[in-house]
Structures are given as C-alpha cells and as structure tokens.
C-alpha cells in the first residue's frame, strides 16, 4: 500500500486478525493510548497483551498472519 501523507497528521491503522469464533488473535493499531509503551504510539494487542511494535505494512501483517494459519494446522 502507498500513501502521500500531506500536512502534519499520521494515517490511522489498525489490522486485527481473529479466529473463526471471533476472538481476538493479535492487532496492531496506532490508536493514542498505551503511553507506556516505548514505540508508542504503534503497538500490538496479543490476547490481553499490550506488546511495543513498530508502524506495521499490511503485507507484514498478512504474512504473520500466514505463519499463524500453518503452525496451528501443524500442532
């Protein structure tokens, strides 16, 4: 994905992955809170964890996501 980004705002993203009962597997989101964490204000929600991340692409994201599908077919 390519963007211009003109003026001083930052685009907002969030990406969520959940599993077919609609839990929550991980999501990466720049939303302004989580303070604490150091790469703020990008972060990763993993289950009730709050995780530093850095600004994520969207293909990142699907290819994690991808790793995710094969290691649960495998186990």
């Known amino acids: 994905m390519e963007y211009v980004i003109i003026g001083k705002e930052r685009p907002k993203y969030s990406y969520n992955f959940t599993d077919g009962k609609m ?13 604490e964490i150091p790469t703020f204000p990008h972060h990763k929600h993993a289950g009730s964890d709050i995780k530093p ?6 293909a990142e994201v699907i290819s994690e996501i991808e790793m995710v599908i094969i ?3 495998e186990s």
């Not at 839990?23 to 303070?35: I, K, T």
């Not at 991340?53 to 969207?58: P, T």
């Open 23 to 35: 839990n929550l597997v991980f999501r990466y989101d720049n939303a302004a809170h989580h303070r």
């Open 53 to 58: 991340s850095k600004e994520m692409e969207l």
């Open 71 to 73: 290691s649960r077919k």
